[in-house]
């Protein structure tokens, strides 16, 4: 796929070549969320990953049903370590969508006025902040004393820290009164340039004096070296490192304590915080822009490092209107600062088989520095960014890190020796032998091996477990690779049944892992506790293209039981049938992902994994919606027309709060249709169908 800028639309991809290149990305940015939150490694820099997202989410926002299992809109950071203790966030530690052009801020800006249905001339305003290049923590105080601190993890759990934090001296134990009875803080604990060269300087010493002891590796950047340190088992190692925490946000409150962004900022630092200066109330996207520009300018002189800016809207009234799409707030965003590139060698280039038979390039590269994080692999998209490109075997190439997560190859430098020959896609699966076809209209080369495919076999099960599906602790990719190849697993039901084949892996060494009574006894107890699965997380791990997390939820919104849908999609196999219609009546899934679902009911193999995965777990219904006496609770609506109060985006989330189904056709199953100004066709099916029609004030009035 062509390079495009963060705001550039996908229009010359076809559904199918959108499709593939949203799962190669998704890959991709696990991948290195995996390095960066969870093992505190990086292989890219900032830039390079906000490249990598910036080109799923131009993706993801032209088609959303689109969106592959592993959907990284609506997934945060990485899955807890298993040394510390899990908590559970009770408000959830959501990350911030990016953006990296003038036009990104305009268009943030506009999408906020829309959302509100605010007129131009009315104030807007914003808290513009710098955005800390730390870790993200958050500190429960209880009575003003600090109970708990935790890391952010996946999001909705996090590690428990909270002897490590009570380490660092920014960080007060006691808060300043007054303070309400329970309060979360949030922040980024960092490390300053300076602490961190100091610390590379004493490890550089403690080397040299000690040439015959295992050398102390240096720290790649203060990032890594801030999070490296609060994730020590001993807190003896935190307390010795120089780390600092800036506050900028809350979690649970028990009582209100501000009503603007601004006023939050007072009771923190009243408190005994420090903040992350320097902050600028800002109305409107020029102001935001100058700001940004600004801080950019006095980047190299602040004492830590920032890699862009964060906006906020300042009154808290709004922000609870905007709510949250996914995994990020409405009311806020990260606006980044360029990418870093540098050059190296291109020594080979492999080809990784995916889940679902894809064939994606993969540069291996000499390993180069690019904004402090050595690079050693980087993404070449697909075979036509290949041959475009002319990216050869042995060229120097120069590579993009774009954020915390994948680089990317932008190109060869044509001034220095070319590599020999061209480089020639592979017809053949280099896993299983198969032929690797192309669709026409397609930009991904697929094996057509299935489930002969090992690779796909081992990608599907890998999936299934994983952090968002099945969630199965101990069981990784390595030992999934591993019990694959001695037999022991074949398909996901058999997880379920190693119990029975205990006495082959107890006291064995298969793979890398000896297998001691008390690891088989983990795994066990770790399967054993995930026999029982809510209804969306198991539509997520059967991995159905095109499904991902917010797909698997809204189809088990809609039909409730694994029942219900099950025979929904079984029925839906026929185009030409009423049954076909439902699934694309859901709003955001449209007729290719309504396909793709159809398409796997249509496979007896399928059906046969679902009929023996019921024999040994139970998958429970979908949750009734909290609000689920209202008016709407359980039924169908449809918007049409221009609403004046609140903006289309607004009255969508606010229907679905209330317990209703959110559609984006009117069908006999539509219980209620809202017309706005300008109704059309929708607004006379209704009518034709009997519906009931409401207007934007009689919809008002029931929602209050």
């Not at 960080?171 to 980024?188: C, D, M, S, T, Y």
């Not at 801030?226 to 994730?231: I, N, Q, W």
């Not at 890998?462 to 990719?477: C, K, M, P, Q, Y």
């Not at 006496?629 to 169908?636: I, L, Q, R, S």
Request: hydrophobic content about 40%; some cysteine; aromatic content about 6%.
């Amino acid at each position: 796929m062509a390079k495009k800028s963060a705001k550039a639309k996908p229009d010359a991809l076809s559904p199918a070549e959108a499709g593939a290149e949203m799962a190669r990305l998704a890959n991709e940015i696990e991948r290195h969320d995996k390095l960066y939150h969870g093992k505190d490694a990086p292989e890219i820099s900032d830039a390079a990953y906000d490249k990598l997202r910036a080109s799923y989410k131009a993706l993801h926002e032209e088609y959303p049903h689109l969106a592959p299992p592993n959907d990284p809109e609506a997934r945060v950071g990485a899955a807890p370590a298993a040394a510390f203790g899990k908590v559970a966030h009770s408000v959830p530690m959501l990350s911030l969508s990016n953006a990296f052009t003038a036009e990104d801020i305009t268009d943030f800006v506009e999408r906020v006025r829309r959302f509100l249905n605010l007129p131009e001339d009315a104030a807007l305003a914003f808290m513009a902040e710098p955005k800390i290049d730390g870790l993200s923590v958050s500190l429960r105080y209880e009575d003003g004393a600090l109970v708990q601190g935790t890391t952010r993890g996946d999001g909705a759990v996090g590690e428990n820290i909270t002897a490590n934090l009570k380490t660092v001296s920014a960080i007060p134990h006691r808060l300043k009164k007054p303070f309400p009875k329970v309060a979360e803080v949030r922040g980024e604990a960092f490390m300053t340039r300076a602490d961190f060269l100091e610390m590379n300087r004493q490890r550089a010493a403690w080397n040299a004096a000690n040439p015959d002891r295992k050398p102390l590796e240096p720290f790649a950047n203060p990032r890594n070296a801030a999070a490296g340190g609060l994730r020590q088992l001993d807190p003896g190692v935190t307390a010795s490192r120089p780390l600092g925490f800036f506050a900028y946000a809350f979690g649970e409150l028990s009582e209100p304590v501000g009503k603007t962004q601004q006023e939050l900022r007072a009771r923190l630092l009243q408190w005994g915080f420090t903040l992350n200066e320097p902050a600028r109330l800002c109305e409107g996207a020029a102001a935001l822009m100058k700001y940004y520009s600004e801080l950019e300018g006095k980047r190299a002189a602040l004492p830590f490092d920032i890699d862009g800016v964060v906006y906020k809207v300042d009154d808290l009234a709004l922000q609870q209107r905007l709510g949250f799409v996914s995994r990020a707030p409405r009311w806020a965003v990260a606006h980044k600062f360029a990418a870093e590139q540098a050059e190296t060698l291109l020594k080979a280039i492999t080809i990784q088989v995916g889940r679902t038979g894809a064939l994606t390039p993969v540069a291996e590269l000499e390993p180069v520095n690019v904004g402090g994080v050595t690079v050693s692999r980087a993404t070449l998209h697909n075979e036509d960014e290949i041959t475009r490109k002319d990216i050869r075997v042995g060229d120097t190439v120069r590579v993009q890190r774009a954020g915390d997560v994948i680089p990317q190859v932008l190109g060869a430098n044509e001034a220095r020796p070319r590599g020999p020959e061209k480089f020639k896609f592979p017809t053949h699966c280099p896993e299983c032998g198969s032929s690797a076809v192309r669709e026409e209209g397609e930009v991904v080369r697929r094996c057509t091996g299935g489930l002969v495919c090992p690779a796909q076999a081992i990608e599907r099960l890998r999936h299934f477990v994983s952090r968002d599906a099945f969630n199965i602790e101990g069981l990784g990719a390595e030992i999934i690779e591993t019990f694959v190849a001695e037999g022991l697993v074949k398909a996901p039901a058999d997880i379920f049944r190693l119990r029975g084949k205990r006495e082959k892996i107890a006291g064995r060494k298969i793979g890398k892992k000896s297998w001691q009574e008390k690891s088989v006894d983990n795994l066990m107890a770790a399967i054993e506790a995930r026999r029982a699965i809510p209804l969306e997380k198991f539509i997520f791990a059967l991995g159905i293209r095109q499904v991902g997390e917010a797909t698997a939820k809204l189809l088990a919104r809609r039909y409730g039981s694994l029942a219900a849908w099950r025979a929904a999609m079984t029925a839906a196999g026929d185009e030409n049938s009423e049954a076909w219609s439902a699934p694309t009546n859901i709003d955001q899934i449209g007729p290719s992902v309504a396909h793709d679902i159809a398409e796997f009911f249509a496979e007896k193999h399928n059906r046969n994994v679902l009929d023996d995965l019921a024999r040994e777990i139970t998958v429970a219904d979908a949750a009734a919606p909290a609000a689920g006496n209202g008016p709407f609770a359980g039924k169908t609506v449809v918007f049409t027309g221009t609403l004046a109060h609140m903006g289309r985006s607004e009255a969508k989330a606010k229907a679905e709060s209330l317990g209703a189904h959110v559609a984006g056709s009117v069908s006999a199953k539509t219980d209620f249709v809202v017309a706005g100004e300008d109704a059309g066709s929708k607004a006379k099916k209704a009518a034709a169908l009997g519906i009931k029609v409401l207007s934007e004030d009689e919809w008002l009035a029931l929602i209050k």
